[in-house]
């Protein structure tokens, strides 16, 4: 029988579909049987995120409705099945239908991660019902962090004790305090138990164009293996990394300014060793530095005049006239 988990958040956007979509990966890499449900009605595109293709040609709708078979539903692609949400919602979709549905499937699976649409509407209701247990992602900003209370408050008012915190999008370097927490904020804020934490990351950015099956190796991907073990039960312990495409870039920098220190001590050690050498005499030096200096002067005095030739003060009044009565709705 599978563990089913509904994966929500208070705040739309807090990374929900790629948390889902990025451990769904991560538990089948690992040999697990593993199930993507998206219950968000009218807005999710799970196929999509996790195969790069629109998929699905029927949603779990469709099997409440009659108009195909439970089979036919699920889209098996990168070892992770999946079963979309429908487009509209109808007064049909209850929690015992798809529970009916779930108990029908559920053995061929050791995992079934539900990903919920934001905030408190009727398909997350209808995940969070369905579900054993809970992960709860919130980035570490003020006001995602107040709407994580109310999901979480939620989810406890449907039974489910078990809930868990991911702080997505985690970035060390620290911003302006009270409205970015650090990681013991956001879980006194919450006030439950953390699972994991993934960094910022454009692969995860990239990937929700491209779908996640192309996204290599990176910082947020190992994240989501981790908490994957941890799903599991394995003790993994907590990294805190930042993105790794941001760590090259720092050192690139510090090796640029090394090569550009050491190009400029070895011109002055050739100059030097000239002039010492009677090769080189410092008046020649001084010439072609001030040739080239008042050079470099009148191309900027003439570049300056020629942009300041070409304003016209009364065209530009002009334009100004017209766009303050535009603005004024004259
Ligand atoms: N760790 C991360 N690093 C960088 N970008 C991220 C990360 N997690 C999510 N994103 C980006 O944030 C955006 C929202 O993510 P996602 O769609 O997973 O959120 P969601 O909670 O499912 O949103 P919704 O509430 O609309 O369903 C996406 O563009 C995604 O690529
Ligand atoms: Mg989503």
């Known amino acids: 029988m ?11 956007g807090a990374g929900k579909t790629s948390f889902t979509t990025g451990t769904a990966l991560s538990l089948a890499k690992k040999g697990y049987r593993v199930l993507v449900i998206d219950f968000d009605i009218g807005q999710g595109f799970i196929d999509f995120v996790i195969t790069g293709e629109y998929t699905s040609l029927y949603n779990w709708g469709d099997i409440i409705l009659g108009n195909c078979d439970i089979q036919e539903v699920i889209n098996e692609k990168n070892s992770v099945g999946i079963i ?24 061929d699976y050791d995992y079934i991660l539900f990903d919920s649409p934001a905030g408190v509407s009727g398909g997350f209701k209808l995940a969070a019902e369905c579900a054993d247990r809970a992960i709860v992602i919130s980035t570490p900003d003020e006001i995602c962090t107040k ?16 809930i868990r915190l991911v702080i997505n999008r985690f970035n060390r370097v620290p911003t302006t305090k009270g409205r970015y927490y650090n990681i013991d904020e956001v879980i006194d804020a919450i006030k439950v138990q953390l699972i994991g934490v993934v960094p910022e990351d454009r692969e995860i950015s990239y990937a929700s164009s491209t779908g996640f099956v192309a996204v290599k190796d990176c910082p947020a991907m190992a994240a989501y293996g981790r908490i994957a073990d941890r799903i599991t039960g394995k003790k993994v312990p907590l990294v805190l990394s930042n993105s790794k495409k941001e760590k090259p870039k720092s050192k690139g920098k510090i090796a640029a300014l090394i090569a550009l220190i050491l190009i400029g001590a070895a011109i002055i050690a050739l100059v030097a060793f000239g002039i010492y050498n009677g090769m080189i005499k410092p008046k020649e030096i001084f ?17 300056a005049e020629n942009f300041i030739s070409k304003i016209h003060p009364e065209e ?3 334009q100004l006239k017209t766009a303050f009565s535009f603005l004024s709705g004259e």
């Open 147 to 162: 709407a994580a209370v109310s999901a979480v408050d939620e989810l406890s008012e449907c039974g489910l004790k078990n």
């Open 2 to 12: 599978a563990e089913k988990i509904v994966i929500a958040s208070g705040k739309g």
């Open 316 to 318: 530009i009044k002009a």
């Open 287 to 303: 010439d072609i530095v001030s040739e080239k200096f008042f050079i470099l002067i009148d191309k900027i005095k003439a570049l």
């Open 84 to 107: 979309s949400a429908p487009r509209k919602w109808n007064d049909a979709y209850t929690s015992l239908k798809l529970k009916n549905i779930i108990y029908r499937i559920e053995d």
